[in-house]
């Protein structure tokens, strides 16, 4: 289940003003896993994934994709290697419909897009994003970037906005994604996500980061909401 | 074939490609009404390619589309199809060429 790291972010700090938004921080995903990233709203998940993905600059630390160091990482350079990244906005174009993003991306990435379609039970492919629900858009994401990710899938917030039934669905597709050795890590404040889903686990802090080795078995006050205030 | 690889011709003959071709065509339409008004209004041709104003409109046009494709989150979508915005908006700079050289030779 372990192995190298397919692509990893360390040491990053990062500065906004004379606010500090990343402190040293480290997160990777692991070919075969689902890695969650989990934190409180405001520790520095999206940035940290920004800053993994190539779309924010940090002010210290690099990226490193197959151990190979990314002088400055761009999210289409990674994108290239196989790499997707589901940002917690809408990205999708809404002139074009579900089935033609879908058809764009298993094009780029020489995959079927069905199989994602169907795990997760994507309804409307006819339509336009701007057409969808919100539910069902967040869905057509994921399975465009379920397409797209041939070696890692990033995702910020999947399970936002999603019911019971469509969270499970994507679970089971990012499991079923890891089984075929894709790394997938996904960012979460909810804790019932990683619970369900994840394999590994960093938590995020005001910045800095710990993996929790042993998160199944410890009580989940000790590694989330009993922190206290630094 | 693909974007992925670096292969351009999926990009330009796809349907993203082509939807963005529709808003930079009406952007063409306007920065070139505006070119022509005002080489009107200063007794100039208005119709002839002056490399100057063309590289202005080429680069308004350019700005003004890639404020809307980052407005919209479509840089991600391009990203995450590995196109850089530079790669994907450089043939909307030939686009802008080839109208205006075109329009310069067939104009009265």
């Known amino acids: 289940m372990s192995g190298p790291p397919v692509v990893l972010a360390e040491g990053i700090s990062l500065q906004r003003g004379r606010r500090t938004i990343l402190r040293r921080a480290y997160v990777d995903a692991v070919g075969g896993t689902v890695t969650g990233l989990v934190g409180r709203i405001g520790a520095g998940k999206t940035t940290l994934?920004?800053?993994?993905?190539?779309?924010?600059?940090?002010?210290a630390g690099q990226v490193r994709w197959d151990g190979e160091r990314q002088r400055r990482p761009r999210l289409d350079a990674l994108a290239r290697r196989g790499l997707a990244y589901v940002p917690d906005h809408p990205w999708l174009c809404p002139r074009l419909t579900v089935r033609a993003h879908l058809e764009l991306a298993a094009g780029v990435a020489g995959r079927d897009w069905q199989p994602a379609a169907a795990g997760i039970a994507l309804p409307s492919l006819g339509q336009r994003p701007a057409e969808l629900s919100t539910g069902e858009r967040r869905l057509s994401e994921l399975a465009v970037a379920a397409t797209l990710g041939t070696r890692a899938?990033?995702?910020?917030?999947?399970?936002?906005?999603?019911d019971p039934i469509h969270r499970e669905r994507l679970g089971?597709?990012?499991?079923?994604?890891?089984?075929?050795?894709?790394?997938?890590l996904f960012a979460d404040h909810d804790v019932a996500s990683v619970l369900g889903f994840a394999d590994r686990l960093f938590s995020i802090e005001t910045g800095a980061t710990r993996i929790i080795p042993d998160f199944r078995e410890r009580p989940v006050p000790e590694w989330y909401r009993g922190w206290p205030a630094r | 074939m693909t974007v992925r690889g670096g292969?351009?011709?999926?990009?330009?003959?796809?349907?993203?490609?082509?939807?963005?071709?529709?808003?930079?065509?009406?952007?063409?339409?306007?920065?070139?009404?505006?070119?022509?008004?005002?080489?009107?209004?200063?007794?100039l041709d208005p119709f002839v390619f002056q490399p100057q104003s063309e590289t202005w409109a080429c680069v308004l046009e350019l700005l003004v589309l890639?404020?809307?494709?980052?407005?919209?989150?479509?840089?991600?979508?391009?990203?995450?199809?590995?196109?850089?915005?530079?790669?994907?908006?450089?043939?909307?700079?030939?686009?802008?060429?080839?109208?205006?050289?075109?329009?310069?030779?067939?104009?009265?």
């Not at chain 1, 089971?172 to 997938?184: D, F, N, P, S």
């Not at chain 2, 930079?24 to 022509?36: C, E, H, N, R, Y």
């Open chain 1, 49 to 59: 994934l920004r800053v993994l993905v190539g779309r924010t600059r940090a002010n």
């Open chain 2, 66 to 108: 890639t404020h809307f494709i980052r407005r919209r989150g479509e840089d991600v979508l391009l990203g995450n199809l590995g196109l850089g915005l530079g790669s994907a908006l450089l043939p909307f700079a030939l686009a802008h060429a080839a109208l205006s050289g075109a329009l310069a030779l067939l104009a009265p």
């Open chain 1, 153 to 162: 899938l990033v995702l910020d917030e999947p399970f936002r906005e999603l």
């Open chain 1, 172 to 184: 089971t597709l990012l499991r079923g994604l890891a089984g075929a050795g894709c790394a997938v």
């Open chain 2, 7 to 43: 292969h351009a011709w999926r990009w330009v003959t796809g349907p993203l490609f082509r939807s963005y071709l529709g808003s930079f065509s009406i952007l063409w339409v306007l920065t070139k009404s505006t070119l022509a008004a005002h080489d009107r209004v200063t007794g």
